[in-house]
Nanobody, 120 residues
């Protein structure tokens, strides 16, 4: 069974940094795409960044390009989202998600989310 557990959210001042963690179980990073999404009330869910070790590719949204970095620790089965130069508009609930790579119609697994609040 695939399980994803996010941690690392909190309150930070603009310009500060946070590192989010997504601890994954029941999957191999070789077979799954792992992504970070964020959502605020009244807004569409936004894809932030994703990584596919099996495809040797990463993606990042234009809104966070140059500020956020996705990485993995395969030994610990953790995906990180390093967030630097945070802005108030980055405030959201951040979720990690996993899907079998090259199978876009397969089920998507979601974590419970972690709140990130950036004060001005």
């Amino acid at each position: 069974e695939v399980q994803l557990v996010e941690s690392g959210g909190g309150l930070v001042q603009a310009g500060g940094s946070l590192r989010l963690s997504c601890a994954a179980s029941g999957l191999s990073f070789d077979d799954y795409v792992i992504g970070w999404f964020r959502q605020t009330p009244g807004k569409e869910r936004e894809g932030v960044s994703a990584i596919s070790k099996g495809d040797a590719t990463t993606t990042v949204a234009d809104s966070v390009k140059g500020r956020f970095t996705i990485s993995t620790d395969t030994a610990k089965n953790i995906v990180y989202l390093q967030m630097d130069s945070l802005k108030p508009e980055d405030t959201a609930v951040y979720y990690c998600a996993a899907q079998l790579r090259q199978k876009s119609d397969s089920v998507i697994y979601w974590g419970q989310g972690t709140q990130v609040t950036v004060s001005s």
